[in-house]
């Protein structure tokens, strides 16, 4: 399977579906639940149709000039959202299902990609669920803010192909087109600073691998390490109010934040838990059955691990390529150093979704082998229940639970609503949020008695009783 290069058309057919199946159940667990939501929170002065000026602007500016937003040099982002908002106007709907679309597309590409890699059938199907379900995909896609993070990782995995595509047929148009999508990734955002090592590393996983000349390739990664160098001087120089990186005797900062291992290593852990992150000292059960799924898969991942290196002859892919996947998933858990974010963890997740996914694989070609004893092929037929099974249901829950804390009602969207409509505007801060929206927004804010800034030490009952408290604040991990 996947092997045959005049069988790709089928292939394609065959990693579509199965990106498909998982993405339609998702579609109607979820989309209902958020298909009807409007603009909040950052959305409000995103999204919406940018003045030519502002649009040229964006190359040799802020991306966002009224200063309410992290200072940063984004322009393809500004473009995207030029792009959604000219497109779908103040159509919600549409641009929700636009946003699904976009999801669905770049899991698919993601599945390509695996298949470069050496993943088959049954192994998309694992890693395509797992993610899928997961609390970062619902993330991405609840905040209409975030689309352009799945715009950018579309671009980043297109770049990872067409390059993987160059190595295989040495046709110069790929390695060209690879170039010019690092490019739009990068310009988007900081996060993809790393794609020029992601590059390197992930050649040397390339299924149909030609020989590689580690110099050459050296090379060839060289162009897409000069863009990045490229953005971070046009950075420095068009936006000096942008947190830069900064020496001292005793520490490195980004901006007035120490660089900390600690935040990469956070989000590296939380990369590998399909129902987010819990550390042992939140285990206040918040939801005892996150908490419950979250136990379950530990132990399960674990043991399946023992069993991959323990038993060398069931293994769905190399010990070595299963290594260059560990630190893949280090290398795009970087950019947390200085930050670390809970949406920024879905690069990372596809690959420590992948070793997942091999090591069910390995399970299944243990418990099935008659060479195996019975304790042997029936822990591992257990362990590869409880893996899917608390994946599953883990990442359901807490998906779930993400959509309620980005409601509208939420106390989170509430409280940050009133300070987009009434604090920035008391401070004279012009948000650039279009007409119309801010007056549909202030008077969905009126009806829960909200006429100013959220005073925190007021309950929100005194506002309204509609407004609930999620249990999970929107930016956990």
């Not at 497109?87 to 919600?92: A, G, I, V």
């Not at 007035?256 to 990369?271: M, Q, T, W």
């Not at 987010?276 to 918040?286: E, F, M, P």
């Not at 950019?335 to 670390?340: D, K, R």
């Amino acid at each position: 399977m996947f092997k045959k290069e005049k069988n790709s058309l089928n292939d394609l057919l065959l990693v579509t579906l199965i990106t498909f199946v998982p993405f339609l159940v998702w579609f109607n667990l979820f989309s209902f639940k958020l298909i009807g939501q409007p603009f909040i929170m950052d959305d409000l002065h995103f999204i919406r149709v940018y003045p030519f000026e502002e649009l040229i602007g964006s190359w040799s500016n802020n991306w966002v000039l009224n200063n309410v937003e992290t200072p940063s040099y984004r322009p393809t982002a500004v473009m995207f959202y030029n792009f959604l908002g000219s497109l779908f106007l103040e159509n919600t709907y549409l641009i929700r299902l636009f946003i699904f679309f976009m999801m669905f597309l770049l899991i698919l590409f993601t599945n390509i990609m695996l298949v470069k890699v050496g993943f088959g059938f049954f192994g998309l199907v694992i890693f395509s669920s797992l993610i899928t379900f997961s609390k970062i995909y619902t993330a991405l896609v609840s905040w209409m803010t975030l689309s352009a993070l799945i715009f950018c990782y579309i671009f980043a995995i297109l770049s990872i192909i067409c390059f993987l595509l160059w190595l295989e047929k040495k046709n110069k148009k790929y390695y060209l087109l690879s170039f010019l999508f690092a490019f739009i990734a990068i310009f988007c955002r900081e996060e993809l600073y790393t794609l020029p090592a992601f590059l390197f590393v992930i050649s040397f996983c390339l299924k149909n691998k030609p020989k590689i000349n580690t110099f050459n390739l050296i090379i060839s990664c060289l162009p897409f390490a000069f863009v990045v160098i490229l953005h971070i001087v046009l950075r420095e120089i068009f936006v000096v109010e942008a947190s830069q990186i900064g020496f001292s005797l005793d520490s490195i900062k980004f901006g007035s934040e120490d660089v900390s291992f600690g935040n990469l290593i956070k989000a590296f852990k939380a990369s590998w838990f399909p129902m987010g992150y819990i550390s042992i000292k939140d285990a206040n059960l918040k939801n005892s059955l996150i908490y419950i799924t979250w136990i379950v898969w530990i132990i399960s991942v674990a043991l399946s691990a023992i069993i991959y290196i323990l038993f060398k002859d069931s293994r769905y892919i190399s010990s070595k390529k299963i290594l260059l996947f560990f630190f893949l998933a280090i290398i795009l858990c970087s950019s947390n150093l200085a930050v670390a974010r809970s949406f920024g963890i879905f690069l990372p997740s596809i690959f420590t979704f992948s070793i997942i996914a091999v090591f069910v694989l390995s399970l299944v070609k243990i418990g099935f082998h008659t060479r195996y004893n019975f304790f042997i092929k029936t822990l591992s037929k257990f362990l590869i229940l409880s893996i899917l099974i608390s994946g599953l249901v883990g990442g359901y829950v807490r998906s779930n639970e993400h959509t309620y804390s980005m409601n509208l009602f939420s106390e989170y969207v509430v409280t940050w609503d009133s300070t987009f409509v009434y604090d920035y505007y008391e401070q004279g801060i012009d948000v650039n949020i279009p007409k119309n929206r801010l007056e549909k927004k202030r008077n969905h804010l009126r009806k829960l008695n909200i006429t100013t800034k959220i005073d925190i030490n007021k309950p929100f009952s005194y506002y309204s009783d509609k407004i609930f408290y999620p249990v999970f604040h929107p930016e956990d991990f």
